[in-house]
């Protein structure tokens, strides 16, 4: 089977949401055009039951490349998610055992199949890496370590970090872009396609390609969908957006996020073309309100993920509940320079006379950002420039701006 050539999927593929390609673009380009069937792969360590946006924005690259006739696979971290990988990360992650990660990862083929398809001509596989890496000996890890330096490891921005903090950095996880770099060989890819942040573990693939097997396997980075300042969304963020959330919940959430992350969310989460987001970019220079163009942006996200019949009911119900709520006009303002704790912003905020007082109230879900129940404490929150509705019950509302 060959892969098609089409210049304009071609040239999507390499610029729309790409950071890096390693080792350089002109050899992926070349690749593609040669019309050589290419072999490639996401993978996603289990570390939860949920897949997210972020994890949808290096599925729908990986579903670009099968869509121009590449075998595809989504590589389920197994071995990998037991490990815990360090990536960004300030402290170690808790180790889970192979049936935690398991169960977690479940679903994610279900999940996945909003985004990649499973089934047809050109299916994609999904692969576990325990299969392979927890079939390892000693002497097999020993002759992994050996392609690298203890220098190379202390480099990584978040152990260094944690080393001047004087915080512990373990072994096991020095072992952890071995193990990554090690799929790549089990799996004698050509490309490997994943967050910024997983650079240095791509790179540890190719190195090892490169001392095993005399191949040259390429990497590409993706952009990283994150907060207004910066953060990776994640469990802990309130951006966090599952692709599994009912359609009101997802919607209302993107109703919710900072102004100016709307078109970085156009880009990375969604299929519209990038002329027509530049003219949005235009568009919010002149005036145009952010809110009409994030309501673009719900509604596009919600049709992706549940359809067009949802998209409408979802629409419906955030204008009908949370434009046309019963806040006073003359709302408090509350202003949020910076993303803070949800259960510091309800005591800064006097909706909570304590912090036991605030996570009681979370506790019974009492507590709506633009109108959607906060489910957990430990999210952060953004304020916007038009104002996030922090309620409480029925009838106490904070409008949170910066």
Not at 16 to 24: A, D, M, Q
Not at 149 to 163: A, H, I, K, L, S
């Amino acid at each position: 089977m060959k892969a098609s050539t089409n210049k304009e999927k071609i040239k999507e593929i390499l610029t729309r949401g790409v950071e890096e390609v390693y080792p350089k673009p002109d050899a992926l380009e070349k690749a593609l055009k040669s019309g050589k069937r290419l072999r490639l792969y996401v993978g996603i360590d289990p570390t939860s039951e949920l897949l997210h946006i972020g994890h949808a924005i290096a599925l729908r690259k990986l579903r670009q490349f099968q869509d121009l006739g590449h075998e595809v696979i989504l590589l389920i971290g197994s071995f990998t998610g037991m490990i815990g990988d360090p990536t960004d990360k300030s402290a170690t992650r808790t180790k889970l055992t192979q049936k935690e990660v398991l169960e977690n990862a479940a679903t994610y083929k279900k999940q996945a199949s909003k985004i990649i398809s499973f089934t047809g001509r050109n299916a994609a596989k999904i692969m576990f890496n325990h299969k392979w890496l927890g079939k390892m000996n000693l002497a097999d890890v020993v002759e992994l370590a050996s392609n690298f330096t203890v220098q190379q490891m202390g480099e990584r921005d978040m152990f260094e970090r944690r080393m001047k903090e004087g915080k512990p950095v373990y072994l096991h996880e020095f072992l952890y872009p071995l193990m990554q770099g090690y799929d790549s060989v089990a799996m004698d890819v050509d490309l490997e396609i994943g967050g910024s942040d997983q650079m240095f573990n791509m790179l540890a693939g190719r190195t090892l390609m490169r001392a095993m097997k005399d191949k040259e396997k390429m990497v590409m980075t993706l952009k990283l969908l994150a907060t207004s300042e910066g953060k990776k969304m994640s469990k802990t963020e309130s951006g966090f957006i599952a692709l599994s959330d009912p359609p009101e919940q997802m919607y209302g959430k993107i109703m919710a996020m900072a102004d100016d992350m709307i078109l970085s969310y156009f880009e990375l989460a969604t299929e519209v073309p990038m002329e027509e987001i530049e003219g949005m970019r235009l568009a919010l220079k002149k005036g145009m309100n952010p809110r009409d163009v994030k309501a673009r942006l719900a509604q596009t996200v919600v049709v992706a993920n549940h359809g067009e019949k949802a998209a409408e009911v979802a629409s419906a119900h955030f204008d009908t509940v949370f434009r046309q709520h019963d806040a006073p006009e003359d709302i408090i303002e509350f202003n949020l320079e910076k993303s803070q704790n949800i259960v510091e912003v309800l005591v800064n905020t006097k909706l909570a006379l304590s912090k036991s007082e605030a996570r009681r109230l979370l506790a019974q879900k009492a507590i709506k950002l633009d109108g959607v129940v906060v489910t957990g404490q430990d999210i952060n929150v953004d304020g916007s420039a038009e104002g996030t509705i922090l309620q409480r019950g029925k009838r106490q509302f904070v409008r949170l701006v910066r």
